[in-house]
């Protein structure tokens, strides 16, 4: 039996009297799809900043693999294989898209340290780039400048910037955020098709997206975890129809959707 | 063969931004003209390419890694003043006076960066404000090595490579200053285009971001602060050895802000922007002094206000659009 790709221990969090999270304990094995889903302020981006070390644990610890990473600095983590995308756009405005996914292939490969030679001479770091755009279809549009960019495609540069860095786990927040329905579809395309050797738990609201899409689920509520398991034993467990159901004026689309696609 | 070239084509981007343009290299022939067209105005055209060096140092950190700060001038002095002790006591050869003076504003820079990474904004502006108010008054207090407020006295620079002397009209001083100028402008510009300038254009751009991608903000930024710092203090030195006479204002908060003004006029983030803004503002103000001895930085207050709110990107900006838009029609 390996060790999990990531997992955490006992992780909590506490705004002053609100709590965030409290007593978190999950294990994503190696190359699953996880969806992470819950209502709104169920605490799920928060478990993704403590992951990756965007906020500190009040208590508990995150491992990566065996190695316990609740001390290390994100960059560091970043570097070790644990690496997020952000829910609101977070790219580099004035860089063309070509020049932000090299940036970062460059800062994997260590050379981002040298400031005698010049970029065009990293022909490998250029092309390794470049690969990367043309596998999620922004081969076309490199040398746009990130900003020009139309909303969807931006999207995509998100989960380009993150794969570049070669992850080992990477944690999706809401990957289609702000995208059209059918657009929507694409992406999550793209997201399936990526190498097996990668887990993946992505934030979404949208079932149909998390029941096709994700091998296992984990529901939020509160802060904590409420269950774990299969998308057909989530579909069918009471306690999470009783979260959806008390809250349906406001996720009523959810809650339908639970509904549709309960076995 | 299609499938080649548009393999090819990613690095060839890169390769077209690093080449020199015809627009440079006229920039470059012109800074030669003052030997021809204005040589009774030499010594002005060296202070001119002295105060470009130190607004290229400055845009190095403001320019490219947002590193926005109101005590540059520390560096400066810390430089002018090495290289002006160093020929006070004994040892007045130029170059190696370069070498002390960027390696003394060099630990210095080295030192406060581990202070100046940690922060950001308006913290950063006082923070570097701060540190420069600190050395000001240090220098001050230290009259028996600085001279304190009576400046600094006795600077004997020797002859450049044994041979040139540094003549009163100053034709040594500004080749000396645009050769210097001009070396230290070719590294600047190969820094830019290397894999460590995309870095810090990441840092300007999404300083947030960077650690999610995995890069080490903070050692980048205490590199290019060390390095910046060390240009700064060759300008500081240049401006020692060729005036011979050293004051406090060298390193003093006046003339922090007056390097700030003159990277706004020229446009930060262009390493051109330094260059042109420092043409600019060194010939404004020396017509302004001749008509208005009194009031003249109402006149250069009137020229950044003015720049400031129909040109947001600098003068270079601003000639940047036209250049697009003219391109377009």
């Known amino acids: ?263 | 063969m299609a499938l080649t070239q548009s393999l090819d084509a990613p690095k060839l981007y890169f390769q077209s931004r690093t080449r020199w343009r015809p627009v440079e290299i006229a920039f470059w022939l012109a800074t030669l003209l003052p030997f021809a067209l204005f040589p009774d105005y030499l010594i002005l055209a060296s202070q001119i390419a002295i105060t470009a060096l130190f607004a290229l140092s400055l845009d190095l950190i403001l320019g490219y890694a947002g590193i926005v700060s109101l005590g540059h001038a520390a560096f400066f002095g810390v430089g002018a003043y090495a290289a002006g002790l160093l020929s006070k006591y004994g040892w007045g050869e130029p170059i190696t006076g370069l070498g002390a003076a960027s390696l003394a504003a060099g630990i210095v820079g080295y030192a406060t960066s581990f202070v100046i990474c940690r922060f950001r904004h308006l913290a950063l502006i006082m923070l570097t404000l701060g540190f420069g108010l600190m050395l000001e008054e240090l220098a001050n207090s230290a009259g028996w090595l600085t001279g304190g407020f009576d400046g600094l006295q006795g600077i004997d620079t020797w002859k450049l490579f044994g041979h040139f002397e540094f003549d009163l009209y100053g034709y040594v001083a500004y080749a000396y200053s645009l050769v210097v100028l001009f070396i230290l402008f070719v590294f600047a510009r190969r820094l830019i285009h290397s894999p460590f300038g995309l870095s810090l254009r990441g840092i300007r751009e999404n300083y947030v971001r960077m650690p999610a991608i995995g890069a080490p903000s903070r050692a980048h930024i205490r590199t290019i602060y060390t390095i910046s710092a060390a240009m700064a203090g060759i300008a500081g030195a240049l401006l020692a050895q060729t005036t011979e006479t050293l004051s406090l204002d060298s390193l003093g908060f006046e003339r922090s802000a007056e390097l700030l003004v003159i990277l706004v006029l020229g446009g930060a983030g262009r390493l051109y922007g330094g260059l042109v803004g420092a043409v600019i503002y060194m010939i404004a103000r020396d017509r302004f002094s001749g008509i208005e001895p009194q009031y003249w930085y109402f006149w250069i207050g009137v020229l950044l206000v003015t720049v400031v709110m129909v040109l947001p990107n600098g003068v270079l900006g601003g000639l940047a659009k036209l250049a697009a838009r003219w391109s377009r029609a």
């Open chain 1, 1 to 263: 039996m390996t060790a999990p790709a990531l997992s955490t221990r006992g992780l909590a969090k506490r705004f002053g009297s609100l709590v965030v999270a409290e007593d978190i304990a999950i294990e994503l094995p190696a190359g699953v799809r996880y969806a992470l889903i819950g209502p709104n302020g169920a605490g799920k981006t928060t478990l993704i900043n403590l992951m990756t070390g965007m906020l500190r644990p009040d208590a508990g610890a995150i491992f990566l693999g065996p190695t316990d990473i609740t001390a290390l600095a994100p960059d560091e983590r970043v570097r070790r294989g644990l690496v997020r995308t952000y829910q609101i756009n977070s790219l580099f405005p004035h860089l063309t898209v070509l020049e932000a996914v090299t940036l970062v292939v460059c800062e994997r490969r260590r050379v981002a340290q040298t400031w005698w030679w010049q970029l065009a001479a990293y022909s490998q770091e250029i092309d390794e780039a470049y690969e990367i755009l043309n596998a999620l279809t922004l081969g076309p549009v490199c040398h746009r400048v990130t900003r020009e960019l139309p909303y969807g495609q931006q999207r995509l540069l998100e989960i380009a910037l993150a794969l570049a860095t070669k992850p080992k786990v990477l944690l999706l927040d809401e990957p289609a955020a702000g995208v059209p329905r059918e657009e929507s579809k694409d992406l999550f395309a793209a997201i399936a098709g990526l190498s097996r050797d990668i887990t993946v738990l992505f934030i979404e609201h949208d079932m149909d997206l998390v029941f096709r899409f994700a091998s296992r689920v984990i529901v939020m509520v509160g802060g904590r975890v409420l269950v774990e398991g299969t998308p057909a034993e989530i579909a069918a467990d009471p306690r999470v129809r009783a979260v959806y159901l008390g809250k349906a004026r406001h996720d009523g689309a959810l809650q339908r959707n639970l509904a549709g696609n309960a076995p």
